[in-house]
């Protein structure tokens, strides 16, 4: 254990509490909608902001907030 943490660089606490924490599932929806968030953003050569992003999913007919967006993006870039 103690040889893996230290090649992922991460300390033995900081794994004991990831693999304490109860796992989160995600809809088949907001995994669609993921995906396409990163291709919309893969498409822009990774230069567009929450507003934009927002826009061009409602121009594919996704009905979401600018915020929903934002918080979407927070958790694939805190990856």
């Known amino acids: 254990m103690v040889v893996l943490c230290r090649v992922m660089q991460v300390s033995k606490s900081a794994y004991y509490a990831w693999k304490s924490r109860p796992a ?3 809809s088949p929806e907001t995994l669609g909608l993921y ?3 990163k ?3 893969k498409d822009s050569r990774d230069s567009l902001g929450s507003r ?3 826009k061009k999913l409602h121009k594919e ?3 979401i907030g600018r915020y929903r967006v934002r918080k979407l993006m927070e958790a694939w870039f805190s990856c």
Do not use: S, T
């Open 61 to 63: 007919g996704y009905r």
């Open 39 to 41: 291709q919309l953003f």
């Open 35 to 37: 995906r396409k968030m």
């Open 24 to 26: 989160k599932l995600i």
């Open 52 to 54: 934009e992003l927002m």
